[in-house]
Each structure stands twice: as structure tokens, then as C-alpha cells.
């Protein structure tokens, strides 16, 4: 089955900095990779994915890149804010057949220093 | 609109015990999900329904669990004989059923086994 692999599990950053989040899967019949942030207590909430059709996706301060070569893709934040810090988790899955359960990552704890 | 809703939010029970948690999903949603959290790690795929029947019940960890959606709309995941190491959160997502649709997560339940 699929495996999916994320670094850092923790990462700090200065308020307007930019913070980088990077997966790696195993499956190559993956084709749809989706981001979450989840909040303390909260469910994960989407907030961007990518296909594997495109090779990059931005949405303002969120982009996310997609190497189908290599098997990984990373979340880019560009001028963090300190309501950005919560958990972020990638995953992967295989839309295309009936089995469409997402494959997560074992998340990354971003904080944001004010 | 409304979210995917879940009840109970919170819900302890003795080992042994019998528990029904519920999912009340998108409106329009014919895609079901549900998956399992534990403590510092990603969501863990249960199983996933598409309309009344489920099409993938590969992730359910063994007979005790089970779950069910006789209208195609909620969704009940009974578990019996609970055991200590089934306490986690609980999570329900739903999607529009046509293609690469995205998976949008309920806020959980908090099982917690004494």
C-alpha cells in the first residue's frame, strides 16, 4: 500500500518568514495530494491540493509543487502569520479507482514567533 | 453551508462497553469517510461509502468495528467490546462523488476507553 513520509515533524519561524513542508510517497499510481491544517481539537481543514496533472498550484500565500519523478511534493507559506501555526498534513491517494482513502504523513507542528 | 457534523463530540466508556458515534455529512455528499486519529500522529483510513454500500472497508481493524449508512446520507461507526487501544479521535469526511473531489474532514469524536 501507499506510504507517505513528511518532513520536518516540527519546524519555528519567524513571523514573515516563509515556511516549507516536504512529502514523499511511495505508490506512483498516487495522482491527487491534498494539504490540511488542523487546529487543536479541530478536524483537518483543506487548504490546498494538487494533481498530479500540474506540477505546481498557488493560492495567495500558499503553494504547493509536485515532482511525479521523484515521488515527493511540499507545502510553501510565504509571510507566515502567527495564525498559521497548527499542524499541517500531507497525504496522497489514488482517485481514479474505488478505493479513494487518503494515505497522511505523521504531520508537521508549525510555529510562528510573533 | 453546514459542515460534516459529529456527535458525540466527546464520549468515555468502560472496556467492553458497546459505542455508536455518528456523522451527519455534507449536504449532497454521496461520498463517505471515515477514518481514525490517535495522539501525535495522521489520520488512519477506516472505511468509505458511496451512498448506502461500502466500497472500500479495507482499513477496519478487525470484526469489532463496523459501520453502516442505510440512506446514503448518515453514517453510524458501532464498535463492541471496546478495548483501551481504541481510544483516539474519530474523524468523518464527505465528498461529491464525481471525480477528484476533495474530502472534507468533521470535527471528530474523542473516544476515550477506561
Known amino acids: 500500500g501507499e506510504n507517505v513520509e513528511q518532513h520536518p515533524s516540527t519546524l519555528s519561524v519567524q513571523e514573515g518568514d516563509s515556511a516549507v513542508i516536504k512529502c514523499t510517497y511511495s505508490d506512483s499510481a498516487s495522482n491527487y495530494f491534498p494539504w490540511y491544517k488542523q487546529e487543536l481539537g479541530k478536524g483537518p481543514q483543506l487548504i490546498i491540493d494538487?494533481?498530479?496533472?500540474?506540477g505546481e498550484k498557488k493560492d495567495q500565500r500558499i503553494a504547493v509543487t509536485l515532482n511525479k519523478t521523484a515521488k515527493h511534493f511540499s507545502l510553501h507559506i510565504t509571510e507566515t502569520q502567527p495564525e498559521d501555526s497548527a499542524v499541517y498534513f500531507c497525504a496522497a491517494a489514488t482517485m481514479d479507482t474505488g478505493r479513494r482513502a487518503l494515505t497522511f504523513g505523521s504531520g508537521t507542528r508549525l510555529q510562528v514567533q510573533p | 453551508g453546514a459542515g460534516v457534523s459529529q456527535t458525540p463530540s466527546n464520549k468515555v466508556t468502560e472496556k467492553g462497553k458497546y459505542v455508536e458515534l455518528r456523522c451527519d455529512p455534507i449536504s449532497g455528499h454521496t461520498a463517505l469517510y471515515w477514518y481514525r486519529q490517535s495522539l501525535g500522529q495522521g489520520p488512519e483510513f477506516l472505511i468509505y461509502f458511496q451512498g448506502t454500500g461500502a466500497a472500500d472497508d479495507s482499513g477496519l481493524p478487525n470484526d469489532r468495528f463496523f459501520a453502516v449508512r442505510p440512506e446514503g446520507s448518515v453514517s453510524t461507526l458501532k464498535i463492541q467490546r471496546t478495548e483501551r487501544g481504541d481510544s483516539a479521535v474519530y474523524l468523518c469526511a464527505s465528498s461529491l462523488s464525481m471525480g477528484n473531489q476533495p474530502q472534507h474532514f468533521g470535527d471528530g469524536t474523542r473516544l476515550s476507553i477506561l
Open positions: 494538487i494533481r498530479s496533472n500540474v
